[in-house]
């Protein structure tokens, strides 16, 4: 039997990093010219305030990618997120410009420069993590990430907000619900960490006063601490994996939507028009019968023309 090079295993990176872009269109060209010389595939972002990637390739394609892109002095100190991929995580590659690398809605509240963020939540190693939780008992978890992804993973005990997508946020925040969470200190995780880059600043600015994130993200704490620490569950990915867990002792935490039986399977609405994502199980699934999209999608289902 041949045997695989290491270097040609499929990988996928997760990378974010606040910088300011003067040119986010010629950053663009770059960045693509580049993926499509490596054979890369998957999704980056860029902006003014900086980049928001996911990759996959073979290793020595994504080591050569990253040196590259670190020669951009604004990217130097980029972290890398590795994890193992399976050779088609992604169909093609995209590379946009927006106004946000994230959409919260709010462009114009983000500042940033080149030691990141401004203004935004304090980080927090993994292990500062469970420093913080020891010396202060009152530490709220609060979800950075939209509601289904916190349907099969989530911290112990956590806030998780009612959201569809980022940009139900702002709108959740200022709602008055967590107003009694204003004094206490918060720990917002996402999964990589660059959702609350935006969160903890939306956060701070509406009142909330000690507001930490942690680095790296759901990611990060799962390489330290495995499903040994405060984590519980499965975390979804936005690649063909869908979800992926962290050891073979990962707890199924999430339910089947259709049927209650306990499971950490993802997927599309069964409806082709609704972008939501709905946990379900593999039986159900199979059965065309029980396809149906919630009447709680409303607000995500696209209108088709017949």
Not at 202 to 219: L, P
């Amino acid at each position: 039997m041949t045997k695989i090079s290491p270097m040609a295993q499929p990988k996928i990176i997760l990378f974010y990093r606040f910088t300011p872009i003067d040119n986010p269109q010629l950053m663009k060209l770059w960045q693509k010219q580049l993926c499509e010389s490596l054979n890369l595939k998957g999704r980056i972002i860029i902006s003014t305030h900086g980049i928001n990637g996911t990759l996959g390739g073979d290793l020595k394609d994504i080591k050569a990618y990253i040196r590259k892109t670190k020669e951009f002095d604004g990217f130097r100190g980029t972290d890398f997120k590795f994890s193992d991929g399976q050779g088609d995580d992604f169909p093609r590659l995209s590379v946009k410009v927006r106004k946000e690398l994230v959409a919260f809605t709010i462009p114009d509240e983000i500042k940033v420069s080149r030691k990141g963020v401004v203004g935004g939540g304090k980080h927090l190693k993994p292990e500062q993590v469970h420093e913080l939780v020891e010396k202060k008992k009152d530490v709220v978890f609060f979800d950075g990430r939209n509601a289904v992804e916190a349907k099969i993973g989530r911290f112990r005990n956590a806030v998780v907000p009612d959201v569809e997508t980022t940009h139900d946020f702002l709108s959740e925040i200022e709602s008055g619900k967590y107003d009694h969470l204003k004094d206490k200190p918060i720990v917002t995780y996402c999964t990589g960490g660059i959702r609350c880059e935006i969160l903890s600043v939306a956060m701070k600015n509406r009142g909330f006063k000690e507001v930490y994130q942690i680095d790296g993200g759901i990611v990060r704490y799962g390489e330290t601490f495995g499903d040994e620490g405060l984590w519980e569950g499965s975390l979804m990915v936005f690649d063909n994996r869908m979800v992926t867990d962290f050891t073979d002792k990962a707890k199924v935490i999430g339910e089947c939507e259709i049927c209650g039986t306990k499971t950490n399977h993802v997927r599309n609405c069964f409806d082709e028009t609704c972008k939501n994502m709905v946990v379900v199980c593999k039986t159900c699934e199979a059965d065309e019968s029980l396809h149906r999209c919630d009447p709680s999608h409303t607000r995500n289902r696209q209108k088709v023309s017949i």
